[in-house]
């Protein structure tokens, strides 16, 4: 109601209003009632702006954001040193053997890797080599979940690492035998027909 009586007493009176013509240097002084905003800090000069609080404010950032960065880099060291995500449960129960853990069972992996390649070549030898090493590592599954129920974990641990041990001596010598299948097929397609 209150828009509808504007909008007809702008519309009656519109001659009016075209009448005068704002002078030239309203804008200046309107600009000069404004005042100037003060710039945000990252836009000023470095010498300029800097108070007691803003300065305290930005070392405090600085102070976070290093300890942000130590915090992500000894994290990201004790997980590739100890393999704290990998095998978090030996972490906690024997730091020591953590680390042993963490190596061998990479080697175990990178050793699987090789022995997969095999898959593609021979499938049937490949399925009984996995399952010799399946049930070593169901073996090793079993003993890690008795770990925290029995009572002697150092012991427990041993034989853990002993199993992982014997998974590696397992794969060596799977990988000897595919070794010596490459070279007696090697030596079948050398000879002259």
Do not use: C
């Amino acid at each position: 109601m209150m828009k509808d009586k504007l909008e007809r007493f702008v519309r009656d009176n519109r001659e009016d209003f075209d009448v005068f013509e704002p002078r030239a240097d309203l804008w200046k002084d309107l600009e000069k009632g404004l005042g100037h905003k003060e710039r945000p800090l990252w836009q000023r000069p470095l010498w300029q702006g800097f108070t007691l609080n803003t300065s305290r404010r930005m070392v405090w950032q600085i102070a976070a954001s290093i300890a942000l960065i130590v915090g992500l880099g000894g994290f990201w060291y004790f997980n590739h040193q100890y393999g704290v995500t990998e095998q978090p449960d030996m972490v906690a129960f024997s730091p020591t053997y953590a680390r042993t853990v963490q190596q061998y069972s990479r080697l175990i992996e990178d050793k699987r890797g090789e022995l997969k390649t095999v898959a593609e070549n021979n499938p049937a030898l490949y399925q009984q080599f996995a399952a010799d090493f399946e049930r070593l590592e169901k073996t090793y599954q079993g003993l890690k979940q008795e770990l925290p129920k029995t009572p002697n974990q150092e012991m427990m641990i041993q034989a853990m690492v002993q199993n992982l041990k014997m998974q590696i001596d397992l794969l060596n010598q799977q990988l000897m035998i595919i070794q010596r299948i490459k070279q007696q097929n090697n030596e079948t397609n050398k000879l002259p027909v």
